[in-house]
Structure formats: structure tokens, C-alpha cells
């Protein structure tokens, strides 16, 4: 059973940090994290490729920032200055599979960001 694994969410105070990590089972391509708050929809917050070349929300890009370590097919997002607004679920979403041709897409569960004084 391919799997995508959210880690690192928690409580924290406004204009703190805290980096999120997502792990697949076997080899990830293509991976976004997205965030939903409670009443509101789900929204790229940034996405990026085997490669390396990562893409953002245009509000969130001065304060978050995307990476990934492919020996450990696993991809971070590290939050910075973070404020109340961004309290929600993070989720990741990634193609998965032993190669490029049978990759498939995957939710991970999701891991919660609080961020309250």
C-alpha cells in the first residue's frame, strides 16, 4: 500500500516556524502541499517537481518555502513567520510509484497547523 505521511504540524505561536515533512513509500515525482482551514477550501499553498523547481502561492512565498530530498523520498515545507491565518490541515498530494510510468496520485492524511498565541 503506497502511502504519503504528513509529519511536523502543531501549536505555534504567531511568527514562529515550523517545517512539514512528506514521506512516500517508494519514489515521489511531482508533490504540492495544500492547506485547508475549517469553512474554507482547499488551497495550493506550492508545489514541486522531481527536480527540484518549486512553485508557490503567490500570498505565501515570501515566507514559506519548498524542498525536497529524493534519497529519502521525502519533501519538506518550511514555515516561517507564521501568523493566525494560517492555522488549518496540511495536505500533501503526490505522484508515486517505482517509476515515471506507473506513478500515481496520492492524499496523505494531512497534519494540523495551529498557530495561536
Known amino acids: 500500500q503506497v502511502q504519503l505521511v504528513e509529519s511536523g504540524g502543531g501549536l505555534v505561536q504567531p511568527g514562529g516556524s515550523l517545517r512539514l515533512s512528506c514521506t512516500a513509500s517508494?519514489?515521489?515525482?511531482?508533490v504540492g502541499w495544500y492547506r485547508q482551514a475549517p469553512g474554507k477550501e482547499r488551497e495550493l499553498v506550492a508545489t514541486?517537481?522531481?527536480?527540484?523547481?518549486?512553485n508557490y502561492a503567490e500570498s505565501l512565498k515570501d515566507r514559506f518555502t519548498i524542498s525536497r530530498d529524493n534519497a529519502k523520498n521525502t519533501v519538506y515545507l518550511q514555515m516561517n513567520s507564521l501568523k493566525p491565518e494560517d492555522t488549518a490541515v496540511y495536505l500533501c498530494?503526490?505522484?508515486?510509484?517505482?517509476?515515471?510510468?506507473?506513478?500515481?496520485?496520492?492524499w496523505g492524511q494531512g497534519t494540523q497547523v495551529t498557530v495561536s498565541s
Open positions: 498530494n503526490g505522484e508515486v510509484g517505482s517509476s515515471w510510468y506507473d506513478r500515481r496520485n496520492y
Open positions: 517508494r519514489t515521489i515525482f511531482t
Open positions: 514541486i517537481t522531481r527536480y527540484g523547481l518549486p
